[in-house]
């Protein structure tokens, strides 16, 4: 099927619509039961997803596979320390108290940030 989108041509070519079946059920609303039955209902599944917005093509498969780890930055990184020095805080008040507990979750908590 040939369309036209803002001036651009595109051929679509519908997918076949997958079905999908249903069970009955049976439910229970203010005391009374109620029958919904069997239903099926098709759902058009897309056989591709690549993608184009305002003519640039974008395929959210390859763009994840091929993305480097990104540098952490500044910003990231003094957060990171006020966590960790909040976090010290927090552990020399619960040995103060001799909170056992607290001490294990907040062990749990520094191997998370370290």
């Known amino acids: 099927m040939q369309l036209t989108y803002r001036g651009i041509a595109y051929v679509f070519v519908p997918s076949a619509p997958a079905s999908c079946q249903r069970q009955a059920v049976r439910v229970r609303y203010r005391g009374l039961a109620w029958d ?14 690549a993608l184009t917005y305002r003519g640039l093509v974008l395929n959210p498969v390859a763009k994840t ?24 805080e927090r552990i020399r008040s619960a040995q103060l108290r001799g909170d056992e507990h607290l001490l294990q979750q907040l062990e749990q908590e520094r191997q998370l940030l370290a």
């Open 65 to 88: 596979a091929s993305r480097a780890p990104a540098a952490i930055s500044p910003h990231m990184e003094t957060h990171r320390q006020n966590l960790l020095r909040r976090l010290q």
């Open 36 to 49: 919904w039955p069997a239903q099926s209902a098709s759902v058009a599944l897309p056989q591709s997803f």
